[in-house]
């Protein structure tokens, strides 16, 4: 028995990473899907894998004009929504002394801001017994050097999904987070627009200090939104599930 048969999700960043690896495994267990993101060859890349009824739309997760014009395109197609997956965002590392106010505004955009109105935009089609799933990070509950603005974000996200835990199960709609430890994706390094050896090293830092000493498979943290997503997690409200193989456990 599919766990998602009859079920309508949408997963911002759907095109890569945690957000593609969770559309195949929502696709594999029946789900009606729309993904967004914005780069046009991952985004056609993944439309070949999840199918053709797959509805993809190119959409800046930081621009309300965009996330108003995605929530309309869910209604035509499919007219409401049971799942919401708010997992777009990057981080881009550097020193807090030279972040600057349009790379603060450009992260606090996708990372905190955009979340937010986006799960604004999708309320009204959310249904009855829906569960709006948001991507957080372990970074937001220790320190993260170099991620100043990533991290806060990440922890006002946090916040957000205990306050909308509270405010939004009246209308039986369950909010939580998932919030990954290092992940094998493009997001880890491969975006950060530093070199090669910087990358490799952090990659060893986490391993090493990891109990599990490995990074994460995206598709390990999709499970974990899966849970949340349906009525197995229908006790869980307003939490954060942390999927990091342990690294944030205090030694
Ligand atoms: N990997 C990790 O170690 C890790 C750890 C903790 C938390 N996370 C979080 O996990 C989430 C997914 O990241 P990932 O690791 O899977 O990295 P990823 O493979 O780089 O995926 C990021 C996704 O977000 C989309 N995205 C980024 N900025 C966007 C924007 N302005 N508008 C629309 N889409 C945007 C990307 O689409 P485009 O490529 O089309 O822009 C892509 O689909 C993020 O929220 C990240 O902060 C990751």
């Not at 048969?5 to 957000?19: F, R």
């Not at 986006?118 to 009204?124: C, E, G, S, V, Y």
């Not at 017994?129 to 957080?136: A, P």
């Not at 349906?230 to 690294?247: K, Q, R």
């Amino acid at each position: 028995m599919q766990k998602l048969t009859g079920k309508t999700a949408l997963i911002t960043g759907g095109n890569s990473g945690i957000g593609l690896a969770t559309a195949l495994l929502f696709r594999a267990e029946g789900a009606q899907l729309a993904i967004s993101g914005r780069n046009s060859a991952t985004l056609e890349q993944a439309r070949d894998a999840l199918g053709e009824e797959t509805l993809v739309v190119a959409s800046d997760a930081g621009r309300l004009t965009d996330i108003t014009m995605l929530m309309q395109k869910v209604e035509t197609r499919f007219g409401h929504l049971d799942i919401l997956f708010v997992n777009a965002g990057n981080s881009v590392p550097a020193p807090f002394a030279e972040v600057t106010e349009s790379q603060f505004d450009e992260m606090n955009g996708v990372l905190f801001k955009g979340v937010f109105f986006t799960i604004q935009a999708a309320l009204p089609l959310m249904r009855n017994g829906g569960s709006i799933i948001v991507t957080t990070s372990i970074s937001n509950g220790k320190g993260a050097p170099h991620f100043s603005v990533y991290a806060a974000c990440k922890a006002a996200l946090r916040s957000l999904v205990q306050t909308l835990g509270v405010e939004l199960i009246g209308r039986g709609i369950r909010v939580n987070a998932i919030s990954p430890g290092p992940i094998s994706t493009p997001g880890f390094g491969r975006r950060w627009n530093a070199p090669q050896e910087v990358v490799q090293a952090a990659r060893e830092a986490f391993v090493e200090k990891s109990p599990i000493k490995r990074f994460g498979h995206p598709e390990e943290v999709a499970r974990a939104v899966l849970f949340l997503a349906t009525e197995e997690s229908s006790y869980v409200v307003g939490t954060e599930l942390v999927v990091d193989g342990g690294v944030s456990l205090p030694l």
